[in-house]
């Protein structure tokens, strides 16, 4: 079949909106219409030429939700009218990563998954003859796709997709890396780095387990009015202050119980760790460094019982949690809606990159 898609053919270019021709579900696969797909900095950086594992000419997107359309032989979990987020963490339930209950990391088809290829070794997308390749194995920039069926979420039909689509990646990331992978205790105190789609959904996640002190930190001034919207109790401008780690220690009292990177600044993540209490302060690493980029930091830091730690998709497994998370959204438990701050088509999606870059976004949302 013919679908419209943005393709990234070169890094530091444009997408470019063309017709690409997407064949069907193989065996254990589905086909997906995706309704609306957000646009997360992991989208910006890997079009940037960031990513090690950047692969062009591909198709980017990895916060989606939209509806099944076909199922290849044997799936059995999703049929079509289905209602799905895409998930580039998937959850198989069988390999020894799901198995060992420790982790969220799927190990099922993250080696083809890495290439840009389906499980098969294959892609499903083209143009004119030429190989176009998947992204996190979900290629949400395309109106349609085809994903493994290990790497769909099932989610209610009552959902709005144009809001839903970030659980796919901002909201479970962020509420995920409190609640999965810190495990932070009511009455705790925090420090949040980088208040964008991420940081402020760390920020909402904080509020809902009952946090004590939420501290934000951001260069950009504006983000203030947003953390504060969202349960923030203290806000931080770097520039305004001299020795930023030892600003952070005086606020929390000694230093944050937890602390999260939302910048993948590599000076901002260790200002995190340093940040935190002596004896048990642990950092949570959640932001995306550039191809090449190194954490250093005293080892005494760590010998003196801060914890240094990391999160991806926020330790959430994704078949299990996300139909979870947007129960959640739907029962107001946490809010999505006040964050999608521009709806665009497909057509605009460049501009949803330019009002990240400029700051002025916190999340964009294409509506096929
Ligand atoms: P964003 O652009 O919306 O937000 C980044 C925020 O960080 C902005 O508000 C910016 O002003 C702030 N910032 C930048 N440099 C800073 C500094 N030196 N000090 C303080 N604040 C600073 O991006 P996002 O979509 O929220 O993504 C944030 C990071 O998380 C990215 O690196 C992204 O790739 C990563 N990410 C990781 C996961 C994961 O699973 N680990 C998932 C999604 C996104
Ligand atoms: N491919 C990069 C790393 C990119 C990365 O860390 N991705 C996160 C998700 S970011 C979502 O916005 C992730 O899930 N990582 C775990 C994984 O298996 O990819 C690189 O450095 O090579
Ligand atoms: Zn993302």
């Known amino acids: 079949m013919k679908t419209r898609a943005a393709v990234a053919f070169e890094p530091k270019k444009p997408l470019e909106i063309v017709e690409v021709d997407l064949e069907g579900p193989k065996a254990g696969e589905v086909l997906v219409e995706i309704m609306a797909t957000g646009i997360c900095h992991t989208d910006a950086y890997t079009l940037d030429g960031f990513d090690s594992e950047g692969i062009f000419p591909s198709i980017l997107g990895h916060e989606g939700a939209g509806l099944v359309r076909e199922v290849g032989a044997g799936v059995t979990s999703v049929k079509p009218g289905d209602h799905v987020i895409p998930l580039y963490t998937p959850e198989c339930r ?74 796919g990646c901002g909201v479970t990331t962020g509420v995920g890396s409190v609640i999965f992978s810190a495990k932070v205790e009511p009455g705790a105190n925090c420090v949040v780095f980088g208040l964008g789609g991420i940081g402020l959904n760390v920020i909402q996640g904080l509020r809902m387990v009952g946090a004590d002190k939420i501290v934000g930190v951001d260069i950009n001034p504006s983000k203030e009015e947003w953390g504060r919207r969202f349960g923030m109790t203290h806000f931080v401008n770097p520039k305004d202050v001299g020795d930023i780690v030892a600003h952070l220690v005086n606020l929390t009292g000694g230093g944050a119980d937890y602390s999260f990177d939302c910048t993948g600044n590599t000076t901002v993540m260790r200002q995190a760790l340093e940040c935190c209490h002596r004896g048990w302060g642990t950092s949570i690493i959640i932001g995306v460094a550039e191809a090449g980029k190194e954490i250093s930091t005293r080892p005494f830091q760590l010998v003196t019982g801060r914890v240094w730690k990391g999160s991806a998709f926020g330790g959430a497994r994704g078949r299990t949690d996300v139909p979870k998370i947007v129960d959640w959204y739907m029962e107001k438990k946490i809010e999505i809606d006040p964050m999608i701050t521009h709806r665009m088509p497909l057509e605009k999606i460049n501009d949803a990159f330019d009002l990240m870059h400029r700051g002025q976004s916190i999340r964009s949302v294409v509506v096929y």
């Not at 060992?100 to 389906?118: D, E, F, P, V």
């Not at 176009?132 to 920039?141: L, Q, R, V």
């Open 94 to 167: 069988q390999c020894k990563s799901c198995l060992s209950r420790k982790t969220n990391l799927c190990t099922h088809i993250r080696a083809t998954q890495g290439k840009g290829l389906m499980p098969d070794g294959t892609s499903r997308f083209s143009y004119k003859g030429q190989t176009i390749f998947h992204y996190m194995g979900c290629s949400t920039f395309s109106n349609f796709t085809v994903l493994p069926e290990i790497a769909v979420a099932k989610i209610r039909e009552d959902a709005p997709f144009d809001t839903s689509c970030y659980i």
